[in-house]
């Protein structure tokens, strides 16, 4: 996690319905759906709780909450050992899981780098308690302690903008399924296929 991402922050952002748009596919299973259900994925089944735990079937979405690097690795393990679907990654080209993510892909998935930067969507039970703080006189600072939002979010929190930016955003395929899919929604940034380093 970079300096300038608070801890936990980006574990409930929610992916805007333009991504799944511009996809346009139907899942079979939301790996790591909020509690209160899907919000914008169309998926026919829904995990919130325990995925890593339970099996996975058919073509996958996941957007799982990340925290330390050795969950990354637990999810990324996971995706990649079901190797049929689409998942949403940090883009953290230079940190270690990242590298070895890249390194499980095959040459025929499809990296898919989203550009401008996804506008994610804040929990809207988080987004009250942030404005109340706020009309109670705390400053952005001292909210930022109190909530898991750094102080920029908090900012755009309290001016009623229901959105956060992430600092970047990266979509992964595995299986021919989530490579169409990548290609096709190409408009929402660059795609590549992972090339394979040859002996010197």
Same mark, same amino acid.
């Given at each position: 996690?970079?300096? #300038? *991402? $608070?801890? =936990?922050?980006?574990?409930?952002? #929610?992916?805007? +319905? #333009?991504?799944?748009?511009? &996809?346009?596919?139907? /899942?079979?299973?939301?790996?790591?759906?909020?509690?209160?259900g899907?919000? @914008?994925?169309?998926?026919? #089944?829904f995990?919130? *709780?325990?995925?890593?735990?339970?099996?996975?079937? =058919?073509?996958?979405?996941?957007?799982?909450?990340?925290? @330390? %690097?050795?969950?990354?690795?637990?999810?990324?393990?996971?995706?990649?050992? @079901?190797?049929?679907?689409?998942?949403?990654l940090?883009?953290?080209?230079?940190?270690?899981?990242?590298?070895?993510? +890249?390194?499980? %892909?095959?040459?025929?998935?499809?990296?898919?780098?989203?550009?401008?930067?996804? $506008?994610?969507?804040?929990?809207?039970?988080?987004?009250?308690?942030?404005?109340?703080?706020?009309? +109670? =006189? &705390?400053?952005?600072?001292?909210?930022?302690?109190?909530?898991?939002?750094?102080?920029?979010?908090?900012?755009?929190?309290?001016?009623?903008?229901?959105?956060? *930016?992430?600092? =970047?955003t990266?979509?992964?395929? !595995?299986?021919?399924?989530?490579?169409?899919?990548?290609?096709?929604?190409?408009?929402?940034?660059?795609? /590549? @296929?992972? !090339?394979?380093?040859t +002996?010197?």
């Open positions: 996690m970079a300096s #300038y *991402e $608070k801890q =936990g922050e980006s574990d409930e952002w #929610y992916t805007p +319905a #333009y991504i799944f748009e511009a &996809l346009g596919v139907m /899942f079979d299973l939301d790996v790591a759906c909020p509690p209160e899907p919000r @914008h994925v169309p998926a026919k #089944y995990y919130s *709780e325990k995925s890593l735990e339970r099996e996975w079937s =058919g073509f996958v979405w996941m957007n799982p909450p990340f925290g @330390h %690097q050795n969950t990354k690795r637990l999810w990324l393990r996971k995706f990649f050992e @079901h190797g049929n679907g689409i998942a949403l940090p883009d953290r080209t230079s940190a270690p899981w990242w590298q070895e993510f +890249a390194r499980m %892909q095959s040459e025929k998935d499809v990296v898919l780098f989203v550009s401008p930067k996804v $506008k994610f969507e804040i929990p809207e039970w988080e987004i009250p308690s942030v404005r109340r703080m706020s009309q +109670a =006189g &705390l400053t952005p600072l001292e909210i930022s302690k109190r909530t898991r939002f750094s102080v920029a979010n908090v900012k755009r929190i309290i001016k009623g903008e229901d959105v956060v *930016e992430a600092p =970047g990266t979509l992964i395929s !595995a299986g021919p399924k989530g490579v169409a899919a990548l290609l096709r929604a190409s408009s929402l940034g660059v795609a /590549f @296929h992972p !090339a394979r380093r +002996a010197a």
